[in-house]
T-cell receptor, first 115, second 109 residues
Framework: NAGVTQTPKFRILKIGQSMTLQCTQD?????MYWYRQDPGMGLKLIYY???????DKGEVPNGYNVSRSTTEDFPLRLELAAPSQTSVYFC??????????????FGPGTRLLVL | GEDVEQSLFLSVREGDSSVINCTYT??????LYWYKQEPGAGLQLLTY?????DMKQDQRLTVLLNKKDKHLSLRIADTQTGDSAIYFCAESIGFKTIFGAGTRLFVKA
């Protein structure tokens, strides 16, 4: 299993540009998440999904959109990029199990710089 | 509200024990976790504890949970330079996980 993969690893955007961060998992997990990690801060939940066709907002959804057409893929769309969206973005997935709760598996992250 | 707090830095000598502390606010948490993040990588689960347990030991790792004080700690015995990383405390509330800001552990040779 590759686990959770994310592309690209690094991207520079100009203010106002758009892009899609890709996330794929091959573990057949129902739950998928997008987080952002700002320097010296914990992870903030942007959006999450509990299954194909179902998405919901997290703590900091403004400026982002998601879709979940398949179990495997959970892309994050940035429309009209702003400098405040400069961050490291992590995708995660989980399959709830009674013995381990909501253990999440993380991708390697996408580092985004908006100038 | 939901909040997880931890100190930002800890420095120890190689071979010593490290203790990383965390406090959380939501008493309805079912699981509490410790994740490790190495430079340039995503978070990896280190260990977890169910909320009705007081202690869990896993090789060099010992997790202590004080539910009354909502305090969680991670002890790493015989700390090695390879343990240098950021350690995140997290609590699960339903299907959401709330993360602390992370404690950066420096291990001096």
């Amino acid at each position: 299993n590759a686990g959770v993969t994310q592309t690209p690893k690094f991207r520079i955007l100009k203010i106002g540009q758009s892009m899609t961060l890709q996330c794929t998992q091959d573990m057949n997990h129902n739950y998928m998440y997008w987080y952002r990690q700002d320097p010296g801060m914990g992870l903030k939940l942007i959006y999450y999904s509990v299954g194909a066709g179902i998405t919901d907002k997290g703590e900091v959804p403004n400026g982002y959109n998601v879709s979940r057409s398949t179990t495997e893929d959970f892309p994050l769309r940035l429309e009209l990029a702003a400098p405040s969206q400069t961050s490291v973005y992590f995708c995660a997935s989980s399959y709830p199990a009674r013995t381990s709760g909501e253990t999440q598996y993380f991708g390697p992250g996408t580092r985004l710089l908006v100038l | 509200g939901e909040d997880v707090e931890q100190s930002l830095f800890l420095s120890v000598r190689e071979g010593d024990s490290s203790v990383i502390n965390c406090t959380y606010t939501d008493s309805s948490s079912t699981y509490l976790y410790w994740y490790k993040q190495e430079p340039g990588a995503g978070l990896q689960l280190l260990t977890y504890i169910f909320s009705n347990m007081d202690m869990k030991q896993d090789q060099r790792l010992t997790v202590l949970l004080n539910k009354k004080d909502k305090h969680l700690s991670l002890r790493i015995a015989d700390t090695q330079t390879g343990d240098s990383a950021i350690y995140f405390c997290a609590e699960s509330i339903g299907f959401k996980t709330i993360f602390g800001a992370g404690t950066r552990l420096f291990v001096k040779a």
